[in-house]
T-cell receptor, first 118, second 114 residues
Framework: AQTVTQSQPEMSVQEAETVTLSCTYDTSESDYYLFWYKQPPSRQMILVIRQEAYKQQNATENRFSVNFQKAAKSFSLKISDSQLGDAAMYFCAYRSVNYGGSQGNLIFGKGTKLSVKP | KAGVTQTPRYLIKTRGQQVTLSCSPISGHRSVSWYQQTPGQGLQFLFEYFSETQRNKGNFPGRFSGRQFSNSRSEMNVSTLELGDSALYLC?????????????FGQGTRLTVV
C-alpha cells in the first residue's frame, strides 16, 4: 500500500520570504501522480500543483514549484515570495494511475500548517 | 460554473442515530469521492462513485455507505452513529476517476456526534 509522509507538522515563514514544505512517499508503482493541496480556514481543499511521475521536469505554478526526486520518493513544495494568503494547511497527496482499475483515490499526508508572519 | 456543493454544512447528531450527507458535483463531472477528515487520522478515503457505480471503497465499517444518482449527485449515509464519527466529511468531484484529473473539493460537512 502507498503511504505519504509529511514530517513537518508546522512551519512558519516571513512575508516575502521563501519556504519549502517536505513530503516523502512510498510506492512500488512506477507511474502515478503527486499533488499539493491547500486547505485554508474556510476548509475547502484547493489544488496548488500537480506532478506526473513520468515527467522529469518539476512542475511550477506562479510562486509555487516542486522538487520531485523520483528515486528518493521525495516531493517538496517551494513557495516563493510568501504572502499572508498562503497561510493554510498544506497536504501532499498521491494518486495511482487508474487504467480501468479500482485504485484511483487520493492518499494524503497528515499535513503541514503554514503560518505567514507580516 | 458552480463548484462542488455539500449540504448541510453543519450537523449535530446523537449517538445511535443515522445521518445522510449530500454532494452535488460540478456540472459535467461524473466521478465523486468522499473523504473523512479528523485531527487524529487526517484525511481518509471513504468511497468513490462513477456513473452510479461504486468503483472503490476505503477501509471503513459497513455503517458507512453511499450512492450516486443519474445526475451524478451523491449521498453518503452513516448509520448507528458513534462519537468517533465526528469529523469533517469532504466530497470531491472529477471528470473521470483516477489518473491526473483534478479533484475539486466542496467545503465539507462538519458532523458532530454527541
Amino acid at each position: 500500500a502507498q503511504t505519504v509522509t509529511q514530517s513537518q507538522p508546522e512551519m512558519s515563514v516571513q512575508e516575502a520570504e521563501t519556504v519549502t514544505l517536505s513530503c516523502t512517499y512510498d510506492t512500488s508503482e512506477s507511474d502515478y501522480y503527486l499533488f499539493w493541496y491547500k486547505q485554508p480556514p474556510s476548509r475547502q481543499m484547493i489544488l496548488v500543483i500537480r506532478q506526473e511521475a513520468y515527467k522529469q521536469q518539476n512542475a511550477t505554478e506562479n510562486r509555487f514549484s516542486v522538487n520531485f526526486q523520483k528515486a528518493a520518493k521525495s516531493f517538496s513544495l517551494k513557495i516563493s515570495d510568501s504572502q499572508l494568503g498562503d497561510a493554510a494547511m498544506y497536504f501532499c497527496a498521491y494518486r495511482s494511475v487508474n487504467y480501468g482499475g479500482s485504485q484511483g483515490n487520493l492518499i494524503f499526508g497528515k499535513g503541514t500548517k503554514l503560518s505567514v508572519k507580516p | 460554473k458552480a463548484g462542488v456543493t455539500q449540504t448541510p454544512r453543519y450537523l449535530i447528531k446523537t449517538r445511535g442515530q443515522q445521518v445522510t450527507l449530500s454532494c452535488s458535483p460540478i456540472s459535467g463531472h461524473r466521478s465523486v469521492s468522499w473523504y473523512q477528515q479528523t485531527p487524529g487520522q487526517g484525511l481518509q478515503f471513504l468511497f468513490e462513485y462513477f456513473s452510479e457505480t461504486q468503483r472503490n471503497k476505503g477501509n471503513f465499517p459497513g455503517r458507512f455507505s453511499g450512492r450516486q444518482f443519474s445526475n451524478s449527485r451523491s449521498e453518503m449515509n452513516v448509520s448507528t452513529l458513534e462519537l468517533g464519527d465526528s469529523a469533517l466529511y469532504l466530497c470531491a468531484s472529477s471528470l473521470y476517476p483516477g489518473r491526473g484529473t483534478e479533484a475539486f473539493f466542496g467545503q465539507g460537512t462538519r458532523l458532530t456526534v454527541v
